[in-house]
């Protein structure tokens, strides 16, 4: 009480105000606090691999300049050398094949089950958890059934189709130039289609009933309320979809790896596994690093794209 006593009406504001400044500042800066963790994480998984593959793929980095510490700037010779080669050149169409083909299918399967999950049928919940297992399960699981059911001997394929007579001798699925590539993209269509099916019903599930009865009203059939309702409120969910699917797929290396490895003859060499080849089996992590760097700018254009289509979806 002296001490109060003896304090200025200065000194006591003062001493009043410094409680309320803390909590106002606490106020201000405790939701980046929140975010520190998260932001640190981005920061040291995210961001510096990206900035430490790129400063790589303007490096000499092998092998001995890792043991030595010494690693000599040699600006574009990386891109020329990855660029040049004929395997680049081959693995960049073999991914581009391998993801439009992926997409296209599983797009319009998952509608299709989209379409049919939205009916109100009999142990639908059941169908839709069943198709949901081939999202759930690892994809090095997955991978490793597809390659024994597509074995050429003992693959229960050839067995089926060999039963009803399709083929009268064992397909090469797996080894097979021609064919083996096919198989890839049959099999990651078939990890694919839960992803879309479960976005595009939850789509569909977001369209009001109205409008479809109003139509009835009107008189438009089935293929008209599809045509006229259903795809254009659609479009904004089917861009995210698409946009996600493409930056997947482009990166898939565990199937393509567990079911061919590349081959045969590098048929199934897409580009996440010919920069693997080139960083850790010839042990060039400069050139390495120059195709996944090349891949994330490929990326990066088709995120712009699908911004801006975005975008003016959401202005028209």
């Given at each position: 009480m002296s001490t109060l006593a003896n304090t200025s009406p200065q000194e006591t504001k003062a001493m009043t105000q410094r409680p309320a400044r803390r909590r106002r500042i606490g106020k201000i800066l405790g939701p980046y606090f929140f975010l520190l963790p998260a932001s640190l994480f981005l920061l040291l998984f995210l961001v510096y691999p990206v900035v430490n593959m790129i400063i790589y793929s303007f490096e000499q980095v092998n092998v001995g300049s890792l043991l030595t510490g010494i690693t000599p700037f040699v600006g574009l010779d990386n891109y020329r050398t990855v660029i040049s080669d004929p395997s680049f050149r081959s693995s960049l169409v073999v991914s581009l094949i391998f993801t439009i083909a992926s997409l296209v299918f599983q797009y319009i399967l998952g509608f299709a089950m989209a379409l049919l999950f939205n009916r109100r049928i009999p142990l639908v919940g059941l169908m839709r958890g069943s198709v949901m297992i081939a999202w759930m399960l690892p994809v090095i699981v997955s991978a490793t059934i597809f390659k024994w059911m597509l074995q050429r001997d003992s693959g229960i394929v050839n067995y089926v189709l060999q039963s009803f007579h399709v083929i009268s001798t064992p397909i090469d699925?797996?080894?097979?130039?021609?064919?083996?590539?096919?198989?890839?993209?049959?099999?990651?269509?078939?990890?694919?289609?839960?992803?879309?099916?479960?976005?595009?019903?939850?789509g569909l599930q977001g369209i009001s009933g109205?409008?479809?009865?109003?139509?009835?009203?009107?008189?438009?059939?089935?293929?008209?309320?599809?045509?006229h309702i259903t795809?254009?409120?659609?479009?904004?969910?089917?861009?995210?979809?698409?946009?996600?699917?493409?930056?997947?797929?482009?990166?898939v290396f565990d199937l393509i790896y567990v079911l061919t490895g590349g081959g045969p003859v590098n048929a199934t060499e897409a580009m996440p596994l010919y920069a693997y080849r080139i960083a850790f089996g010839q042990f060039d992590l400069g050139s390495g690093a120059a195709v996944a760097t090349l891949m994330f700018l490929l990326l990066l254009g088709i995120s712009a794209i699908y911004l801006f289509l975005l975008r003016r979806e959401e202005v028209a």
């Open positions: 699925w797996l080894t097979n130039p021609q064919l083996a590539l096919v198989a890839v993209i049959g099999a990651n269509i078939w990890i694919g289609i839960p992803f879309n099916m479960s976005l595009l019903l939850a109205t409008l479809y009865e109003a139509a009835v009203v009107d008189g438009a059939n089935a293929m008209r309320r599809f045509l795809l254009p409120l659609m479009r904004s969910t089917s861009l995210t979809i698409l946009m996600l699917g493409f930056i997947y797929t482009l990166n």
